[in-house]
């Protein structure tokens, strides 16, 4: 194929990004602009001064009946999964400001301990700790990851006929406080808020229920709704019953700057960065396409995350389209959790719209990650065929990607060659000429420049 007249765009891959050339006609889907905080340490110091129906943190320590040498504070804080701007040697970093604030009111640095929602997934290393807060914070204050099997989690009650337990640390202590990037999520709507509690702190038996095969199948159950969304209407309860007494959301562009920060009351405070998020995260499309490249964003550290790309693409690609999935999957385990792969395995042996049905099955037992699995399956569903989607990585050996739903990135380079840029460049090709045949016309290709970021939908499609 002559590719002289195409377009070079940029791919995120990871920490870096892929130049790859896309024929002059393919549409580029891009997040509408906004720009970075102009001094973000003044607007993270702004809001904490001024939160939304909410008293500043000093002044909630100083209307406790205990001394404040003697409260306990926990604040759970999000893992590798989210690029929250928690780092203390940055000027957006959200997490030392709040600290310092529970410094001057009094609080002792012993009596402050960091949880990590980890939810299911696996704990985040040492390593990670210190890129994420920055080796201050990680040296002066406790951090901990949550455990979903724990037997140490505390009892909140049942909720839609299952017991939820909370980790014992956040829960016993005197104050609670949340963190967190609010972003598109495909199953809760949006990320941040109620979510750093539900799934983030909660126990494994309650997550059966909060990503269930019922709840996960939900038509409200995906990007941008909360209203109707059972994973939402759960995820609230849970934190309601826990109390939070202070939250922190973020809002960050489609290059990862902070854009806003939100502080205060939990579900007021969240809805406002809800509200900001959507102002650019949509993108409105006349048609849909025949052939969509993608990325899995920073949130792609697996294959288990990079699901949230893929779904998000589900709107706009038409039946049998072919979508070029690239994700960089550095995680330790670039594919997931030993559970995830042995559903994945069954996934592929029912076929594409399938495994949903398989699974609602009196004799199917629940195994944890099966929810992500569900949300491929509702991708594959909509493609059609295993093979329409060409999944890019050279961090997932060959032999372990071929055995995995969809089709090897590696089978469009040479043997012994990992060059990812001609990966997804031979991807590209195939994908065009492959549609071309079919439709004896040139297909019609959209680029989404922010992967799992961006929610493209029809013009005639609205989210609540």
């Not at 809001?47 to 909630?60: G, T, Y």
């Not at 109620?194 to 997550?207: E, M, Q, S």
């Not at 960089?328 to 049905?357: A, C, M, Q, W």
């Amino acid at each position: 194929m002559d590719t002289k007249e195409w377009r070079k765009v940029e791919v995120e891959y990871g920490r870096n990004f892929l130049s790859v050339k896309v024929p002059p006609w393919c549409d580029v889907l891009e997040m509408g602009y906004t720009p970075a905080l102009d001094n973000p340490g003044e607007h993270i110091e702004d809001s904490l001064s001024h939160p939304i129906e909410s008293l500043p943190v000093e002044s909630i320590i100083a209307s406790s009946k205990k001394d404040p040498s003697r409260i306990t504070v926990a604040i759970t804080v999000s893992d590798n999964t989210r690029p929250v701007p928690y780092n203390a040697d940055k000027e957006e970093g959200i997490l030392l400001p709040l600290l310092n604030r529970l410094k001057k009111a009094g609080v002792k640095n012993k009596n402050i301990r960091i949880v990590v929602g980890t939810g299911t997934h696996i704990p985040t290393s040492d390593t990670w700790k210190k890129e994420a807060f920055g080796e201050f914070i990680k040296d002066n204050y406790e951090i901990i990851d949550h455990d979903s099997t724990s037997e140490d989690l505390i009892s909140i009650g049942k909720i839609e006929g299952i017991e939820v337990k909370i980790n014992e640390v956040f829960l016993q202590s005197d104050i609670h406080i949340v963190t967190g990037l609010v972003e598109p999520h495909f199953m809760t709507g949006v990320s941040g808020g109620r979510k750093a509690i539900c799934p983030g702190l909660i126990n494994i038996d309650a997550t059966y229920v909060f990503h269930g095969v019922e709840f996960m199948d939900h038509p409200n159950a995906t990007n941008l709704v909360l209203e109707g969304n059972p994973c939402h209407r759960f995820a609230l309860e849970v934190a309601r019953r826990v109390r939070v007494d202070f939250n922190v959301s973020v809002t960050i562009n489609g290059e990862g700057k902070l854009t806003g920060i939100f502080t205060g009351d939990l579900e007021k405070s969240h809805l406002e960065a809800v509200k900001k998020l959507k102002e650019y995260v949509v993108i409105p499309c006349d048609n849909e396409y025949d052939v969509i490249l993608t990325q899995g964003g920073k949130v792609a550290v697996n294959h288990y995350q990079a699901a949230k790309a893929a779904y998000g693409v589900v709107p706009i690609i038409k039946r049998g389209g072919i979508v070029i999935l690239v994700a960089h999957n550095s995680d330790e385990e670039p594919i997931g959790k030993d559970e995830y792969k042995k559903v994945l395995k069954v996934l592929r042996e029912k076929g594409p719209g399938r495994f949903t049905e398989f699974i609602r099955s009196k004799n199917w037992k629940f195994v944890p990650d099966q929810w992500q699995v569900q949300k491929w399956d509702q991708f594959f569903k909509k493609i059609g065929s295993f093979d329409n989607l060409i999944y890019c990585t050279d961090n997932i050996p060959p032999e372990k990607l071929k055995d995995l739903p969809g089709k090897s990135g590696y089978d469009f380079i040479k043997k012994d060659t990992t060059k990812i840029e001609s990966m997804v460049q031979n991807a590209i090709v195939y994908a065009i000429e492959k549609i071309q045949h079919q439709l004896k016309r040139e297909p019609r290709m959209a680029f989404v420049k922010e992967g799992p970021y961006a929610v493209p939908l029809l013009s005639t499609e609205k989210r609540v």
